[in-house]
Antibody, heavy 122, light 107 residues
């Protein structure tokens, strides 16, 4: 059973860089049938897609965050990572990693991590 | 990017009711529309993919319809465990977007 687990600091200071890693276990990581994504949810608010990465390293980013976001992949460790620079209080959120599966008409975030809360505060 | 607009933002209903949630895309997305359910403190779970296909393991009281720009999620007979927040999401473009969510509450 494929599982995803987010890890990283729960507290980040304003203007610094938020760094999270998602570790994938129990299944395949390198396939053209899916990519790996980051989604966040500020407290009491909705879901915001941050970006996706393929095992090849190809990325897609949310245009509103693109200038501050870098997503990278380490296939040998079955991990992918999120860096979000110059954070402010508005970046406080639960950050989820998820698998974005694509096969024919199926194209959805079908497996999610449990999420990790990141607070931006001095 | 494609904007997704859900209505209503919140909805009160009773066990056994039939409820419908609407999602509209700012441009055509064919049938690349997914629905998710999220309960408090939990990650979202996909219910419907490709506008109308039921994800494995999801009860048949959930159904989806639509294509192009207008989509609906219907729960035929609400159960206590269905009170949650529902999101639509387009996968037509590689830049994914979610609707703002619909909170389904007990009347």
């Amino acid at each position: 059973q494929l599982q995803l687990q987010e890890s990283g600091p729960g507290l980040v200071k304003p203007s610094e860089t938020l760094s999270l890693t998602c570790s994938v276990s129990g299944g395949s990581f390198s396939s053209s049938s899916y990519c790996w994504g980051w989604i966040r949810q500020p407290p009491g608010k909705g879901l915001e897609w941050i970006g996706n990465i393929y095992y090849t390293g190809s990325t897609d980013y949310n245009p509103s965050l693109k200038s501050r976001v870098t997503i990278s992949v380490d296939t040998s460790r079955k991990q992918f990572s999120l860096n979000l620079s110059s954070v402010t209080a508005a970046d406080t959120a639960v950050y989820y990693c998820a698998r974005d599966s694509s096969s024919g008409w199926y194209d959805a975030f079908d497996i999610w991590g449990q999420g990790t809360m990141v607070t931006v505060s001095s | 990017d494609i904007q997704m607009t859900q209505s209503p933002s919140s909805l009160s209903a009773s066990v056994g009711d039939r409820v419908t949630i609407t999602c509209r895309a700012s441009q055509t997305i064919s049938r690349y529309l997914n629905w998710y359910q999220q309960k408090p403190g939990k990650a979202p779970k996909v219910l419907i993919y490709s506008a109308s296909s039921l994800q494995s393991g999801v009860p048949s009281r959930f159904s989806g319809s639509g294509s192009g720009t207008d989509f609906t999620l219907t729960i035929s007979s609400l159960q206590p465990e269905d009170f949650a927040t529902y999101y639509c999401q387009q996968s037509y473009r590689t830049a994914r977007t979610f609707g703002q969510g619909t909170k389904l509450e007990i009347k």
